[in-house]
């Protein structure tokens, strides 16, 4: 085994790979959760989109509306009665979705890890930190117990950890070293896509800017891909290519940050992004989104956005709005936009208000 | 863990058991009756009795002078002489009857922690399943009965119904007089009174793991290892076995603590020659140095037990540890 970090450029894909598929592919994921009486919750509805190789998509929206749920879904790790319902979750046009937990093992970590959200409890407290991280490498590609050891204190100098520190236990690193730590263990297995979910709630912004800035030199260095779960929308402008907002388990908006953020067109990300502050402006009252997100167990019909929506009128409260595509790339979930172009509708004039 | 730390803990397990043993020479004496009323012999004449009490110093004031004499000689070594056992050294009775007990609560302990963890884990880990359905409906049922309750019925079977062992009694009389014969002899003696002994404990130790197993699947680190990929048995075995251990140690030691006890009933109901059997006959013949020596020694197990819980603990844990 050689010892330099290797990237993904040049690794075997799994067998019945489609070289010239994308990356990772999801259509039309359901997720539903079973409820204690018997119902059926549908938690994500129709998501589709698309990772490619390199590429670094940051899915945000507020707390519940499915980003996580979406996340673990990919590799089947939803809790409890949480199932996937229908779609595909194609990874080098490998559908993912009807495969068995013995199948889908050999996907898990070596394709897609993650990162968790506040390293504490995502890292076994009894076990030492390079034992967690040479585990994968050990049980999962086979090799022998030193040569893991050897390429868990690797991985730990890639992300700024001196490599004695493997013997450490999870209590006696920092939280941002924790978040470290959890970072080498993604990698263990060099895998095709690396998901964060909320990998830098829990620091304090000093700690989430190293975090953030290790993640981007990790993206260039081993050409990761990169799927960004976080409720922080300034984290995404930093350090991804596109943006996609979620609401009530389905996607909002989607396009590449810079056009999501400068011009948003869904009015719910419009809402969104003027909740956050932004330093460059002066003082102002952040806006606040009136109502809470729609009870999933009994969905509105039409738009799940309609009941809190400022613009929305009376086709919104019928119909689910269609997903339209524009020539610059965004797509967007509402019916101030008509398919075809981008085009605003009249009322939609005063949505940037 | 310094050799502080390690002093410190042993000065306080020291004061406690001195706590203790000070607490059950008032407490023994509190109790009604006294040894000479008990053993009472109506042919003795008042002269005989009162020599008899100077023989056992209990025509002494209680304080100080009972209790000087109990503490300096506690300190030396000496627990006395029994009463019951008419001059007998308290050592010596309850030497033999500490073999008995560790003999059948400690095996019992050793074979229950290991089925008990092993069945509350599997248990707790498929929760519904098969295992968890059959193995925790039979450990709630062995739980909540005493020792006793499980052990008659097991007697009424197998030992005066079957015939398959003996009814009491550790050994047969005269039964053989090679050590083979022996050996196999006391291990049918041991078959009854060890499974209800052991039951009971599956039960105690099954319950407390499942629960402990069942919170422990829930922690965020038990999805990290699912997303790594690793088999249900590795996880289990690597990730959640481990961390549902900790809370389950204090409660072994403590139990353990309570092995060198003997479990009374159920000694007495297999007339088991133990340290619950001797504590009976103690208690009904307020055997006062007897009974402070069967105490002391529960006590100074209990405290090291608990002690011994300390280390293990931090041993597993090494968030105690530092």
């Known amino acids: 085994m050689t010892t330099e970090v290797r990237g993904r450029l040049g690794r075997l894909l799994p067998d019945g790979a489609d070289p010239t598929a994308p990356l990772l592919e999801v259509r039309d994921l359901a997720v539903r959760f079973r409820t204690p009486s018997g119902a059926s919750v549908r938690a994500v509805g129709g998501m589709s989109f698309r990772l490619d190789a390199g590429e670094a998509m940051g899915i945000a929206g507020e707390s519940g509306c499915g980003k996580t749920t979406t996340a673990l879904s990919l590799v089947h790790l939803l809790p409890g009665t949480g199932r996937v319902s229908a779609g595909s979750v194609k990874l080098f046009g490998i559908d993912l979705v009807p495969l068995t937990e013995r199948q889908l093992a050999r996907y898990r970590w070596r394709e897609i890890s993650m990162v968790f959200q506040g390293a504490m409890n995502a890292l076994n407290p009894v076990q030492r930190v390079g034992d967690q991280i040479a585990e994968p490498i050990e049980v999962r590609l086979g090799q022998s117990r030193d040569a893991s050891r050897k390429r868990a204190g690797e991985l730990l100098e890639l992300v700024g950890i001196p490599r004695q520190r493997a013997s450490a236990y999870p209590h006696e690193l920092s939280g941002g070293m924790r978040q470290r730590a959890m970072i080498a263990m993604a990698l263990a297995c060099d895998p095709a896509v690396v998901i964060g979910d909320e990998p830098t709630t829990a620091l304090d912004v000093m700690v989430q800017a190293q975090i953030l800035q290790l993640l981007e030199r990790l993206r260039r260095e081993l050409g990761l891909s990169l799927l960004l779960i976080t409720h922080d929308l300034s984290v995404i402008a930093e350090t991804c290519d596109r943006v996609m907002v979620m609401y009530a388990g389905r996607v909002a908006e989607e396009g590449p940050v810079s056009r999501v953020f400068t011009a948003p067109r869904h009015p719910y990300t419009v809402k969104l992004l003027s909740s956050f502050p932004d330093i460059r402006t002066g003082r102002r009252a952040l806006s606040m989104i009136p109502g809470s997100p729609p009870d999933l167990r009994t969905p509105p019909p039409g738009c799940l956005f309609a009941p809190r929506c400022e613009h929305a009128m009376p086709v919104c409260a019928v119909e689910t709005p269609p997903e339209i595509n524009s020539d610059d790339g965004v797509r967007v979930a509402c019916h101030l936009f008509t398919a075809g172009d981008a085009v605003r509708r009249d009322a939609a004039s005063e949505v940037k208000a | 863990m310094n050799v502080a ?75 006395g002489t029994s009463i019951k056992f008419r001059g007998q050294p308290v050592t010596e009775v309850v030497g033999a009857a500490v073999g008995p007990t560790i003999l059948l609560v400690g095996l019992g302990e050793a074979i229950a922690i290991i089925v008990g963890l092993a069945l509350g884990a599997l248990s707790g880990w498929r929760r519904g399943g098969l295992v968890d359905r059959l193995g925790n409906g039979a450990s709630l049922v062995f739980y909540s009965m005493p020792y006793f309750v499980i052990g008659m019925p097991l007697i009424m079977v197998f030992a005066s119904g079957l015939g398959w062992f003996p009814t009491s009694g550790m050994t047969t009389p005269g039964a053989s007089a090679d050590p083979v014969g022996q050996v196999l002899d006391v291990a049918g003696h041991l078959v009854l009174p060890l499974t209800a002994v052991t039951l009971g404990l599956i039960g105690a130790y099954s319950i407390l793991m499942r629960s402990a197993i069942i919170e422990t699947r829930a922690e965020d680190y038990i999805t990290t290892a699912r997303a790594k990929g690793l088999t249900d048995a590795r996880i289990l075995r690597h990730h959640a076995f481990p961390n549902a251990l900790l809370p389950m140690v204090t409660f072994i030691a403590i139990n353990l603590g309570y092995v060198i006890a003997g479990a009374i009933t159920l000694e007495v109901v297999f007339s088991w020659p133990g340290l619950g059997t001797l504590t009976v006959a103690a208690l009904n013949a307020r055997d006062y140095p007897l009974l402070q020596g069967i105490f002391l020694l529960v006590s100074v197990s209990v405290v090291m037990f608990n002690l011994l819980a300390d280390f293990v603990y931090g041993a597993l844990d090494p968030r105690v540890r530092s």
């Open chain 2, 5 to 79: 730390y390690l002093v410190r803990k042993l000065a306080q397990a020291l004061v406690t058991i001195a706590a203790i043993v000070i607490l059950l020479f008032v407490l023994f004496r509190a109790m009604p009756g006294s040894p000479d009323r008990v053993s009472k012999n109506p042919n003795m004449t008042p002269a005989m009795q009162a020599a008899e009490r100077a023989r056992w110093g209990l025509d002494k004031p209680l304080v100080p002078d009972q209790l000087v004499a109990f503490i300096g000689s506690t300190v030396t070594g000496d627990l």
